[in-house]
């Protein structure tokens, strides 16, 4: 089968309008959220499993490579699809299901927004936790494949914690189901396997999650503090407290001075750093524990603790936290972003590290992060124009990560490790690890048809072409 | 030390690609099409970089996107227009009819806009697209063809307009449209013509004339306020300019309406028209001026936020920077003046059940939604009911009805559907194009609501007290 022949084949099974394969159109399918850019041969939009299936199947028998894209939010470069490759897109299968009221699931597509879901099942007195920052955009099948956070994982966990099943289009186009389309599954946990695999084990085309009944009474704290190191020493008391919110999120002042440029969250500009702690519970408990955390925080040296007063307050708040990353842009014209993780107990550390990293390149450094569970973001801010200055951030960008390894953490917390950290892997992992893995994955997808060339090392540095122009203005996340 | 990674690589050197790479499209399948060789960006009013770059694709506009909700294409998104933007910036590729299609599907609604935590100015960078679009003769042909005969010819001349609004009324009115549309007329025309014929807004019983005329206040006077006439809305939607005029005399205001002022220059901005706008701009300057007035009120969404962008749009004209980017701070829409008062609010009851749809243009570039709502609940009994997506666009976007039909039937269908869930009776609108638009769906769809201007609904509660 030749090239053309294969298009024909997929448009056969797809439609005409869901085949897009002409260079210009494909000038958008060949970014993320990520800085990574390629353009695909071709995108393929199906409708349901079938198609899937069926697309796959005639890529499997051309040989090529094939790449999941949920919305392109990514911030690893995951959805990147080589030049000679065929990118699958799921905007269409956007459909919820089922919703269980009873069993407290809902069967989704991958398509479905994260929020979406969220909202949908809220009516109904429940709720899907994960809530990464890009939940108003990003699809469920990517939250799979990247085994996505979010504030409130903390007392919830990632994604991993809240999908049940599973069903999984495989390289050749094999329909297969992993977990439990119920409830208990018997046997090897090959579903835990497969979140955050990063589209290299299969497709995901339908989901089992879990969702949780919504809490009784929900109180958001805002603390405020003269500085960074006492917001620290505040993470620590409140954990110490043995009290676990169910969000724990730290905002220092250049981050705080990006999100007031842009929306007034109720952030007091002249705060060293903020911390923003959620409670949830029944009513008693929240109270009881509300107490707790706000002793703590006034003990650490807060200058301030407020309590969102109601829904739009809290809403304000959270706002200013989830659009802190979009805010950058208002301080430089670039940003890069380390996704890493050290052990709560390590996060002064770090964060020390941090600074004399940002003096000693000269590179202006915002945090803004999940405290609660050591999942740091700091963000490196610069004028990509200036010359030798990309270099400068790549360099201390390596320099954190191997801190983050060294203090006992990981390389990411939850944006997985795509084209972006792979070059990375090493710091955390033995060859026979890595070797490891990818006997794993050969299991799932023995021929590396899908989304080859993410997660490992390969000496390739591989970075998709793009035009300078696009490095000299843009931005890097 | 890891080094960094080379950004400039050429994407043909990828095929490391881990363990056991996966091989490519078979070996000679061409792309269906060529970037294109076409023009570029040139010239003072080409989008600029910073602009363009301040998108970080981080695609959290695209649930806000009425198109890209419609279609789930990357095409028709925000991110995606602005990336074909950035690849003819980049010279990547020129304009083409292609990527001139995906940018004319653009409803320039500014959902986008409202939602981007990195501040892109969408509308800004779609306005000079256009502008650059329109320099190369590139428009698609339906849109060149109205912009020619009404951007151009009619929507700046007041008497042309009131000319062929009286043509128009007289057709509507005196049977000859119900003759038209029985016969098999309109199969003969040609597709254009026989769609804008459907589409034909519907003329008010009353024009309404600016004058020199001051409307004068009732009780004690607080200030004279200038309320923008502006092209099409006397003549379609007289009464609610009516009802804009007796709401502001109410509230102490005096309202003049000068002669001299004209077409906002809206529509000709969205196409793209910079030059005819700031044209049309700089007559409404001096006509309020002249007025002497306060502040300046517009009951048409989309006037006032193109309005509320003259200084912008002038601030290279040394004649009139100041005086547009006072004239930009001195307008308020007229539900946000209201709002911003404090309302004398109506003493008789109204026991209507209305829901408030969100013009584009008040929401995503002007950013008010709770001030209409407060006018509302203002009256006494009224039941305000909120819709579903109340905020996304209704399709109308100016003369986008006229050239995109289809994706603006799918986005009125999908409002009407809304509105009509809440089982509201009165369905409350700010905007001209918005209401003509309702009015349309409603018809279409055989529902029984109506739809009134927020200043309407606040004029029948006062009526209402006898
Ligand atoms: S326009 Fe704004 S929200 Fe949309 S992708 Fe660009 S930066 Fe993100
Ligand atoms: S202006 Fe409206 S239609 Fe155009 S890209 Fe933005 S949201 Fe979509």
Redesign the pocket.
């Known amino acids: 089968m030749n090239g053309n022949e294969l298009l024909a084949s997929i448009r056969a099974v797809v439609g005409d309008d869901y085949v897009i394969a002409h260079r210009e159109d494909l000038l958008v399918y060949e970014y993320d959220g990520s800085v990574d850019r390629s353009m695909p041969r071709a995108v393929v939009l199906p409708a349901d499993t079938d198609q899937v299936s069926r697309v796959m199947a005639l890529a499997y028998e051309a040989g090529v490579t094939v790449v999941g894209r949920g919305s392109g939010t990514g911030l690893s470069g995951g959805a990147i699809t080589p030049p000679e490759g065929l990118q699958i897109a799921f905007p269409r299968m956007d459909r919820i299901l089922d919703v269980d009221t009873v069993n407290r699931t809902a069967l989704v597509e991958p398509g479905v927004i994260n929020l979406d879901l969220d909202n949908h099942v809220r009516r109904f007195g429940m709720r899907y936790a994960p809530d990464p920052s890009s939940q108003r955009a990003c699809s469920l099948g990517g939250n799979i494949a990247e085994n996505a956070g979010g504030p409130h994982c903390l007392a919830y966990g990632a994604t991993t914690n809240h999908v049940i099943g599973m069903e999984v289009v495989l390289e050749d186009g094999e329909i297969v189901h992993l977990g439990s389309m119920a409830r208990e599954a018997a046997g090897y946990d090959l579903r835990g396997a497969f979140v955050g695999s990063e589209g290299t084990f299969g497709i995901t085309t339908k989901i089992l999650v879990r969702l949780l009944p919504l809490p009784e009474t929900v109180r958001t704290f805002l603390g405020i503090f003269p500085d960074i190191d006492s917001a620290c020493t505040a993470v620590s008391a409140v954990i110490g407290h043995g009290i676990v919110p169910a969000a724990l999120e730290m905002i220092d002042a250049l981050s705080i001075k990006a999100v007031q440029n842009v929306t007034d969250a109720g952030y007091p500009n002249d705060a060293g750093a903020v911390l923003l702690i959620e409670l949830e519970g029944l009513n008693e408990e929240v109270d009881e524990v509300s107490g707790e955390v706000e002793a703590a925080l006034w003990d650490t040296g807060a200058a301030d603790v407020r309590v969102a007063e109601d829904d739009a307050e809290r809403e304000r708040l959270w706002v200013g936290r989830k659009t802190a990353f979009g805010a950058f842009g208002t301080i430089a014209p670039n940003y890069y972003l380390v996704d890493g993780v050290v052990p709560r107990t390590r996060l002064t550390q770090m964060l020390r590290k941090v600074t004399e990293v940002s003096e000693r390149y000269g590179i202006t450094i915002a945090n803004v992060f999940h405290a609660g569970d050591g999942n740091l973001h700091p963000c490196m801010l610069f004028d990509a124009r200036e010359p030798g200055v990309m270099e400068s951030a790549m360099a201390a960008a390596a320099e954190l990560m191997e801190e983050c390894a060294l203090l006992g953490g990981t390389l990411s917390g939850e944006h997985g490790i795509g084209l972006e950290k792979k070059e990375f892997m090493p710091l955390v992992y033995t060859d026979a690890d890595m070797e490891a893995m990818q006997r794993v994955r050969e299991a799932f997808a023995p021929k590396n048809r899908l989304n080859p060339g993410k997660i490992f090392p390969d000496g390739s540095y591989w970075r998709p072409s793009a035009h300078p122009a696009a490095y000299t203005a843009g931005m890097y996340i | 030390m890891v080094s960094a990674p080379d950004r400039h690589s050429d994407a043909g050197q990828h095929m490391g690609g881990g363990i056991d790479a996966g091989h490519g499209f078979p070996y000679g399948l061409p792309f269906e099409g060529s970037l294109n060789d076409g023009p570029g960006f040139a010239g003072s009013d080409a989008p600029a970089e910073a602009d363009l770059y301040r998108c970080v694709h981080c695609g959290l ?1 695209l649930s ?5 909700v419609e279609t789930r294409l990357e095409t028709e ?2 991110r995606g ?1 602005i990336a074909l933007m950035k690849a003819v910036h980049e010279g990547r590729t020129g304009i083409s009819d292609r990527l001139v299609s995906h940018w004319e599907l ?8 409202a939602v981007c935590p990195s501040g892109v100015p ?2 800004r960078l ?1 306005e000079h697209t256009r502008a650059q679009v329109q320099d190369n003769g590139l428009q698609s042909p339906e849109l060149g063809r109205l912009s020619r005969l009404f951007l151009k010819a009619a929507l700046p001349h007041n008497r042309r307009l009131r000319l062929a609004g009286h043509l128009m009324r007289l057709y509507q009115r005196s049977g000859v449209q119900g003759l038209v549309r029985k016969s098999r007329l309109l199969g003969l025309m040609p597709g254009d013509l026989a769609a804008m014929e459907a589409q034909m807004p519907v003329m008010g019983r009353q024009f309404f004339e600016p004058g020199s005329q001051v409307f004068p206040a009732r009780g004690e006077k607080q200030m004279t306020v200038g309320l923008l006439s502006g092209c099409v809305m006397p003549l379609m939607q007289g009464d609610a300019m009516r009802a804009a005029v007796r709401v502001l005399q109410r509230n102490g205001c005096d309202v003049a309406v000068p002669a001299g002022q004209g077409c906002c220059g809206a529509l000709n901005l969205h196409a793209g028209d910079l030059e005819l706008g700031r044209q049309l701009a700089k007559r409404n300057i001096d006509a309020f001026k002249q007025a002497g007035v306060d502040v300046v009120v517009t009951a048409s969404a989309g006037c006032g936020s193109s309005m509320k962008e003259y200084g912008d749009l002038l601030r290279d004209d040394p004649e009139y920077a100041e005086a547009a980017h006072e004239f930009a701070r001195n307008t308020r829409d007229i539900t946000e003046f209201l709002a911003g008062l404090p309302l004398d609010p109506p003493s008789a009851q109204l026991p209507w059940r209305v829901t408030m749809q969100d013009p ?1 243009h008040l929401a995503h570039a002007q950013r008010i939604t709770e001030a209409p709502r407060q006018v509302l609940r203002s009256i006494p009994g009224l039941e305000l009911v909120e819709m579903a997506e109340s905020s996304l ?1 209704c399709g109308s976007a100016g003369f986008y009805s006229l050239i995109q039909r289809d994706m603006s039937r799918r986005l009125q269908r999908r409002k009407i559907g809304n509105a009509t869930a809440t089982g509201a009776e009165v369905i409350a609108s700010a905007n001209p194009g918005c209401i003509s638009q309702l009015e349309q769906g409603l018809q279409n769809a055989g529902a029984e609501a109506q739809v009134m201007h927020v200043v309407e609904i606040l004029d029948a509660a006062y009526q209402a007290e006898g």
């Open positions: 506009c806000a996107c009425p198109t890209y998104s925000p227009r653009c409803l320039q609604c500014r959902a986008c806009e969408y509308g779609m584009c666009c």
